[in-house]
């Protein structure tokens, strides 16, 4: 997908698989959309309900952190629980993968610059998250960000903000929200983002997470072993992960 995109964009991509062999999806491993990108982008604050169940202020500038790619895992893969702790949230989010770089791109432009759009659950450990101000150990854990199945492009996709994001746990609806009530919009995002460094194709930014996150119900749900983790956003499909222990997997660099 990255050299697809760094070789000429989705446009030459259809050209170049016009009349190739179909696979059946039934079977196939996937890996994450990009599990090579440079750079994640994740928005921390971007729904005026979360913000409020989070106890937080309305922010005035988009509260941004990293993802490391080899945190990722795709559609159906398992998502890990780690032995450090049992907090593992959901985070249904929308995400977007940047298909034309450039710097100080202005918003009205912005959307030129979007290869496409897929969904992400950016799973959370709460505790670690919370160890200091920066977020980024408990958004870090190794095969805790999905991402896919598939990337849509803008033609198909349409309007951002007519589109709706739904998490369901063990088939219970946990999160439901409309775009059209991001406080930072994608050309926003694309704007600011580029305001302070370089974005290359390939680049994917997550936009954030509505209200009903586990880690703010009374009492908190977090997912266990054995759990069914949805993400839905209509016009681009369904994301689906179970929730594993990592003891029952090999776990990259340990001893």
């Given at each position: 997908m990255r050299g697809?995109?760094?070789d000429g964009g989705i446009e030459a991509g259809a050209k170049a698989v016009t009349g190739a062999k179909r696979i059946p999806l039934d079977g196939l491993h996937y890996a994450p959309l990009l599990p090579d990108t440079d750079m994640i982008y994740c928005v921390g604050l971007n729904y005026a309900k979360h913000i409020a169940e989070m106890g937080r202020e309305m922010p005035q500038y988009a509260a941004l952190f990293p993802r490391t790619p080899r945190s990722q895992i795709g559609h159906n893969e398992p998502m890990i629980l780690p032995r450090v702790s049992d907090k593992l949230d959901y985070e249904g989010e929308l995400a977007f993968v940047i298909g034309?770089?450039?710097?100080?791109?202005?918003?009205?432009?912005?959307?030129?610059?979007?290869?496409?759009y897929s969904c992400y659950n950016d799973g959370s450990l709460r505790d670690f998250q919370r160890h200091t101000h920066q977020f980024l150990p408990g958004k870090n854990f190794w095969g805790t960000g999905a991402f896919g199945p598939w990337l849509v492009t803008p033609?198909?996709?349409?309007?951002?903000a007519s589109h709706s994001v739904t998490t369901r746990l063990n088939g219970q609806v946990m999160q439901n929200?409309?775009?059209d009530d991001f406080l930072f919009t994608v050309p926003y995002l694309i704007s600011y983002i580029s305001s302070f460094t370089e974005l290359l194709?390939?680049?994917v930014v997550i936009?954030?997470?509505?209200?009903?996150?586990?880690?703010?119900?009374?009492p908190p749900?977090?997912?266990?072993v054995g759990d069914v983790v949805e993400i839905e956003i209509d016009g681009i499909g369904v994301l689906r992960n179970t929730i594993v222990s990592e003891a029952d997997v090999k776990v990259p660099g340990e001893a």
């Open positions: 697809m995109l760094e034309k770089g450039g710097r100080y791109i202005s918003e009205d432009k912005a959307l030129d610059h979007v290869a496409g033609d198909e996709f349409g309007d951002v929200a409309g775009f194709p390939g680049d936009t954030g997470t509505p209200g009903g996150v586990g880690t703010a119900r009374k749900v977090y997912m266990k």
